[in-house]
C-alpha cells in the first residue's frame, strides 16, 4: 500500500518557476511508477511527467523542456520542477503512483496551480 501527499501549488507570474512535491509513504525506490497528471477546469485530466523507478522519465509534448521530474530518496518525495510557467499550465496538479505494473494507481488530493499576472 502507498499513499502520496502533493505539496507546493500556488500563484505565479508568466514566465516564473514553481516546484511541486509528492511525498510518498514508503520508499519510492520500491514504487514502480510516479509522475503528475494536470486536470484544467472543463478539460480532461492530461499526462505531465513520469519517473519509474529506473529513474527513466517520460514528459509531454506541452512541457518538455520546461518541466522536469525529480525525486529525492532519503525524503521519499518526488519533484516537479517548472519553469518558465504559461497561463495555459493553470490546473489541478495531480501526483499518483502504481506500485507495480498491474497495481491500482493511487492518486493524491490534488494542488492548484495558478499562472497569471
Known amino acids: 500500500q502507498v499513499q502520496v501527499v502533493e505539496s507546493g501549488g500556488g500563484l505565479v507570474q508568466p514566465g516564473g518557476p514553481l516546484r511541486l512535491s509528492c511525498a510518498a509513504s514508503?520508499?519510492?525506490?520500491?514504487?514502480?511508477?510516479m509522475g503528475w497528471y494536470r486536470q484544467a477546469p472543463g478539460k480532461q485530466r492530461e499526462f505531465v511527467a513520469r519517473?519509474?523507478?529506473?529513474?527513466?522519465?517520460n514528459y509531454a509534448y506541452s512541457v518538455k523542456g520546461r518541466f522536469t521530474i525529480t525525486r529525492d530518496v532519503a525524503k521519499n518525495t518526488m519533484y516537479l520542477e517548472m519553469n518558465s510557467l504559461k497561463p495555459e499550465d493553470t490546473a489541478g496538479y495531480y501526483c499518483?503512483?502504481?506500485?507495480?505494473?498491474?497495481?491500482?494507481?493511487?492518486w493524491g488530493q490534488g494542488t492548484q496551480v495558478t499562472v497569471s499576472s
Open positions: 514508503r520508499s519510492i525506490l520500491s514504487i514502480y511508477l
Open positions: 499518483f503512483a502504481d506500485l507495480s505494473p498491474s497495481s491500482n494507481r493511487v
Open positions: 519517473i519509474m523507478n529506473s529513474g527513466s522519465t
